[in-house]
């Protein structure tokens, strides 16, 4: 992980190495760790230090890009040279009008340098799970991430924006000979995750989804645990919330901005400030993110927007910029749904016959222009009577559409959990009616 010195000072470099119109350019650095197990026993433990620098010069409004990982003075500037090479020969964007200028300064709390987790560390954490999982006559799997990454992002019009930060992800998975329990923890903090406690949540559901019933297919009203919520919100962020789709007319949200989409008691957000969410505060080209309210009690409000689409669209730069070039536009990293006013205890209660679900598995698109999606349920899945769970339940596929599904939503826990790994997504758990189910599995 790169220091604001060390980093400020290649950005210098980069910024004074060629003459252009405009120049941007960013350094992001991931120290991650990994250790992964299974079968109760680690089979890869690694550390990797990945980083890099990327940059776009532009010349006439021609646009050169690159990527390079060669972080020293002579590498930084081969790269600019050959960004600006590269910029000769494309043709003029004649809808780019400029990159990002300074805006106002946002005071920055002074944080202390996140802690390295060596493998050791992940090692002792991975035992505990193993004593939990063995205690049950449960074989255990999954991974444990720990990574500290810094960015820094400057560009010639006088933005220089610079942060750290920290985290860790573990996912467990406990598995008997015809049942399985999945647990997982997302946090800022190594130390904040109990994995004995977290590896006992995913035992416990082994155990009691043992001998799991066949069920037919149909609609049922199911409790989604968080971890299954998440996965359908991450769908909305890829295909709905950037401001590409919303130009060109691909997402439901661009069709019906201002109008119902889903149930009055949904509103989702996207909210780099949010306690309990990961990562930083600002986007790959230096601007500061924005709080964005994208669907406010049923009702479409906003996209995001990085400086081209808002330039172009005559919109606000909401600060959700990838880093350049992408294909995929602004794209929101931060989503939280807002929870409801009821005890998650209390969800399984309100159902008189319906299904919880813990996470999903193998999920895919199938039709974007309806939000139409398809998947399974993993790793616990779990027949609920008169408000109680009775049975482990066969897994099951699914198909359903999105924003039908979020009008269906009944009720939210009061309690949120942070969700994801290539987004993240604070979210409630879920009761939902009238929820899909379209053909059986064999386990």
């Not at 250790?35 to 646009?63: C, E, G």
């Not at 050791?120 to 991974?143: P, S, T, Y």
Request: net charge positive; hydrophobic share 40%; charged share 25%.
């Amino acid at each position: 992980m790169l220091d604001k010195n060390r980093t400020k000072e290649l950005l210098d470099i980069a910024l004074k190495s060629v003459k252009a119109d405009q120049i941007e350019v960013g350094i992001f650095s991931n120290e991650r760790g990994t250790t992964r197990f299974a079968n109760s026993v680690i089979h890869q433990n690694m550390v990797v230090d990945r980083p890099y620098l990327w940059a776009r010069v532009i010349v006439n409004k021609k646009i050169g890009g690159i990527s390079s990982k060669e972080l020293h003075s002579d590498g930084v500037k081969q790269a600019m040279q050959k960004a600006l090479e590269l910029a000769k020969y494309q043709k003029p964007d004649k809808e780019f009008k400029s990159l990002p200028k300074p805006g106002p300064k946002k005071r920055i709390a002074l944080k202390k340098e996140p802690m390295f987790i060596n493998p050791d560390q992940r090692a002792r954490a991975v035992e505990k799970i193993v004593k939990v999982c063995k205690k049950h006559n449960l074989e255990a799997a999954g991974v444990i991430h720990t990574s500290r990454y810094s960015l820094g992002v400057a560009n010639s019009l006088g933005i220089f924006n610079y942060d750290w930060g920290g985290d860790t992800y573990s996912t467990i998975t406990a598995m008997s000979d015809n049942s399985s329990g999945f647990a997982c923890a997302y946090d800022k903090n190594f130390a904040n995750i109990d994995f004995t406690a977290l590896a006992k949540t995913a035992a416990e559901k082994a155990v009691a989804s043992k001998d799991p019933v066949e069920i037919d297919p149909g609609k049922y009203t199911v409790l989604l645990e968080e971890p299954a919520v998440a996965e359908l919100l991450s769908f909305l962020a890829f295909y709905e919330f950037g401001a590409k789709a919303y130009d060109e007319k691909r997402s439901v949200i661009s069709k019906k901005m201002g109008k119902r989409i889903t149930g009055k008691n949904i509103t989702v957000m996207d909210d780099s400030y949010n306690p309990k969410t990961i990562g930083l505060t600002f986007d790959y080209e230096g601007v500061n993110k924005k709080k964005i309210v994208l669907i406010q009690n049923g009702v479409a409000k906003n996209v995001v927007f990085d400086s081209f689409y808002a330039h172009k669209l005559g919109k606000k730069n909401t600060g959700h910029a990838l880093p350049q070039p992408n294909s995929m536009g602004p794209f929101p990293l931060n989503l939280a749904i807002k929870q409801g006013k009821v005890p998650r205890v209390k969800l399984i209660e309100s159902i008189d016959k319906g299904i919880l679900i813990t996470r999903f598995w193998y999920t895919r698109m199938v039709d974007p222009d309806k939000t139409l999606l398809t998947g399974m349920t993993r790793d616990g899945t779990f027949m609920i009577e008169n408000g109680k769970i009775t049975k482990g339940v066969k897994n099951m596929r699914f198909s359903v559409n999105l924003y039908e599904t979020m009008e269906s939503v009944r009720m939210m826990s009061k309690e949120t959990m942070l969700n994801g790994e290539s987004i993240s997504v604070v979210t409630p758990a879920m009761v939902i009616d009238n929820f899909n189910f379209a053909s059986k599995t064999q386990y």
